[in-house]
């Protein structure tokens, strides 16, 4: 339990200081017995190193964290900025992503904070047999993210072939009347695609989530989104699945398909997804 | 793995199959796996925390989505139990899980008057700093 800093590195300042945690995993892989990996390169949020605390048979892996900038009432005011928000959290997933790599974790969500060593370990001891359990069904497991979009919508939006020409105003009427209602059309087939498309890609997973939508300004698409999901794997049927992905994709022309992934097991570790 | 509609340029940070720690991912992406998902076994640090401060975030991620999605009648994934329950019980906070009809409405009606509300200080938010 070092409490170095790399050069350039946030200074250990006033006595302040929590723990941030990012993943959970078995203290076997991580132990120095087992060839543990070095961790040491790793950085987290506010520029520490990414270390591991031992207790109960599992590991944390954690980092220093200052909580003048991240304790509860800093907290409270960072997370309503976007962009301390972004870093952050690419920061704290950078962590999860790269260890997952190399050994079965369960990720922790975002701003879990303790005060030290101690209090860590009292919650690992509290949720020990919840945790190991969480491992065994997911660890070494992957997710991939599917979101599906209206690709008519674009059409729609534009105003189609006909816009633009002038015309009586009766003609215009009953053209974006005739152009709403083919709107329509065009997403009932895409909203009941969308739901071909998921049950279709759930039945091949261990297990699988659907989201809300995401609102267009993360997104980063003005399309429709009509699924925003997630698919729990095994990490070698990745190339099956991708394929089925692929096959979705040209099955459903009325829709943008979008795969992201593999991802560690987020949205699986909690202990409140019954798994479909 | 973007199979693109008729819209130019968006794809391209999705095409192939993109790593999840890119730093072209989707902000959403990453937001909605390391806030909404994830363990959860409270730090001692900040209590409750997750449960309180964290619904404004939540919101002005899917807020815009939400509002498009019911007026287009796509918010199936609030209802269908077969599909996911745990969305249902994410998307719709409310709701008190038994199937009533009615007591889904109050729960989308609390909601929505949620929604006003936190959306207003979103905007008083933003505006004001």
Known sequence: ?276 | MTISGPQPGTGATQRGLAGGGRSSTNLGDILERVLDKGLVIAGDIQVNLLDIELLTIKLRLVIASLDTAREVGINWWETDPWLNADAGRQAVRSKRGDGDGRELEDGVQELKDELGRLRGRIRELESGQ
């Open chain 1, 1 to 276: 339990m070092s409490e170095r800093y790399l050069p350039g590195g946030r200074p250990p300042g006033p006595p302040e200081e929590g723990i941030w945690s990012y993943a959970i995993t078995e203290s076997d892989r991580v132990s120095a017995a087992n060839g543990a990996p070095d961790l040491s390169w790793l950085i987290g949020v506010g520029g520490a190193q990414v270390r591991a605390i031992t207790c109960s048979g599992l590991a944390v892996l954690v980092s220093d964290v200052s909580l003048a900038e991240f304790g509860e009432t800093a907290l409270r005011e960072h997370l309503e900025d976007l962009e301390w928000l972004d870093e952050v959290a690419r920061l704290h997933h950078n962590v999860v992503e790269t260890a997952g790599r190399l050994f079965p974790l369960l990720p922790v969500r975002l701003a879990t904070v303790y005060s030290g060593a101690a209090a860590l370990c009292a919650a690992l001891a509290d949720h020990h047999d919840e945790l190991l359990d969480a491992l065994r069904r997911v660890g070494g497991r992957v997710e991939w993210g599917v979101k599906a979009y209206a690709a008519a919508e674009q059409a729609e939006a534009t105003g189609g072939p006909a816009a633009g020409k002038p015309g009586s105003g009766l003609a215009y009427l009953q053209r974006r009347r005739d152009q709403l209602a083919a709107g329509r059309e065009a997403r009932a087939a895409a909203v009941s695609g969308a739901r071909a498309v998921h049950a279709g890609l759930a039945g091949k997973a261990a297990a699988a989530v659907v989201r809300p939508p995401q609102s267009a300004q993360l997104s980063k698409v003005r399309l429709p989104m009509l699924l925003n999901a997630a698919y729990l794997l095994d990490a070698s049927d990745g190339t099956s699945f991708t394929a089925a992905v692929a096959a979705e994709a040209t099955a459903h022309p009325e829709l943008r398909i979008e795969l992201t992934g593999p991802w560690p097991p987020y949205s699986f570790a909690g202990g409140d997804d019954d798994g479909r």
